[in-house]
């Protein structure tokens, strides 16, 4: 975001309310994020990202009702809160980068070792509710 700032300024927009725009999609994402968080600690369950394999519950309340990832897409929101806030379109290539990375190389590892611990009862819950949204 800072390049497509500082190399490209040309692409550059403002407009009124900019950073209070950003500023509310910034607090949601990062309010999303915590949810996320939250509901993981209230359940007992780990959240750590890097061992998914040590889950001790399958979290289906609070946040994890409308999106298998809120955490992940806390962050996406406040990447984009960030493109929003620098008003330059080329930024949105980090949050495109950000999503994509983030579900090849973690969610879909995620997915498998859930798939691997909770079975029938993970299954049906993908089939409930969206990887992101």
């Known amino acids: 975001m800072?390049?497509?700032?500082?190399?490209?300024?040309?692409?550059s927009f403002k407009f009124e309310f900019q950073k209070t725009i950003s500023r509310v999609i910034l607090a949601a994402g990062a309010m999303l994020a915590f949810g996320g968080i939250f509901a993981f600690r209230a359940n007992g369950t780990t959240v750590d990202p890097r061992h998914p394999e040590k889950a001790s519950s399958l979290v289906k309340t609070g946040v994890y009702r409308y999106t298998r990832n809120p955490?992940?897409?806390?962050?996406?929101?406040?990447?984009?809160?960030?493109?929003?806030?620098?008003?330059?379109?080329?930024?949105?290539?980090?949050?495109?980068?950000?999503?994509?990375?983030?579900?090849?190389?973690?969610?879909?590892?995620?997915?498998?070792?859930?798939?691997?611990?909770?079975?029938?009862?993970?299954?049906?819950?993908?089939?409930?509710?969206?990887?992101?949204?």
């Open 2 to 11: 800072f390049g497509a700032q500082n190399y490209y300024p040309e692409f």
């Open 71 to 133: 955490m992940y897409l806390g962050m996406a929101s406040v990447l984009f809160g960030g493109v929003v806030r620098f008003g330059n379109p080329l930024s949105l290539l980090g949050v495109l980068f950000f999503c994509w990375f983030i579900t090849q190389f973690q969610i879909k590892p995620e997915e498998d070792a859930l798939e691997k611990l909770f079975g029938e009862s993970y299954l049906s819950y993908k089939k409930k509710v969206r990887r992101w949204i």
